[in-house]
DNA sequence: GTTTGATATATCATTTTGATACATTATATG
DNA sequence: CATATAATGTATCAAAATGATATATCAAAC
């Protein structure tokens, strides 16, 4: 995680939309994202704190009675900086399938608890293929805002590769119980 | 991740299967399995140390002439460990895909950058499905071994998304192109 | 003979994670 | 109407992961 701190292009992303405080930038973060990135408060914070000594956010008090409540507002650096971000070449997506390294290494165990492991992951894959496709009806039923294009994408990439993974479960099980 | 050091398992998962030296897990780790899992010095080194004072592996000096060269051993203790690992109920898969991070907050560039992120992607998934399939094939060609059905189906997990990342790929480019 | 690449261990700064602490405000439940 | 519970909000901490770098040996290519 050295180097670029991708996290700063999450928020920026999300202030580009909206000004938001941490804890609603969390809760973003927690939504639709999830699917395809992680943040927590012992991210997002700190961040937010070095970005505004950067100038690529301003922040405002929004404070209401004794609430603490801190608003930021993306700069016109800071948009540029996430300019910059969408034009440069090299990605890293960075995958990790605990499910997959409990399988690889499953010959040190039984075939029922590999199969048993193959089935808490295709359990939680339909839960999520539920919620994606419920996003994907909110956003049918929604169209011709520009935004939502980007948006359906990431939705749609989420349905197609969580299919995947209900199809490979399918064929793993039945692999594992000598039906194949 | 705070908590249980993931590492630690993809260590002695691979030590349950031959004795190994720091740098060989390295490489390990980078094969066929660097398509769900990752590691680096910083993080083998430091739980390899640990966990020899946990006594979940032993290590043995092989080094030869000036060459220093560490060997480590799964103990019993480590069998365990790995057993009691496979049967945990709760699993983690973190993805953390950049790729949609760019297209979620497409909105703030062009669409051509956007297009052109979408095809980076492309490429890699063409490139990492080579190899894959080259791996499948390897596999096909020296059956029998029990082993390998683990093996296998972490290799036909990994097929089987990167065809869907493809498809969605055209999809997505479709769209883009106002040809959808 | 010398440069290049593979083998090998190790550490470091930076970033991320996940948990926790602490306090306010809104909402539901009895 | 009181009180419990959930949501809002900022912040920090230890532990873990990342990616880079340092250092050195040895084998092979040129």
Redesign the pocket.
Known sequence: ????????MVILGLLSHEDL???????RIDGAISFF??????????????MENQGLITKSD???????????HITKSGRNRLKVWLKEEQV?N?L?YETLLKLFFGGSGSREVTVHNIEIFEEQVKKDLRVLRTYYETLERSQGVEDHVYYSLTVSFGIETYEAYLKWCDKAKKMLEGRA
Chains 1, 2 share one sequence.
């Open positions: 995680m050295a180097r670029e701190r991708k996290i700063d405080t941490g804890y609603e930038i969390k809760k990135w992680k943040g927590s408060f012992g991210n997002i914070y700190p961040a937010l704190k070095d929004t404070s209401v009675g004794e609430r603490e409540r801190i608003t930021y890293s960075e990790k």
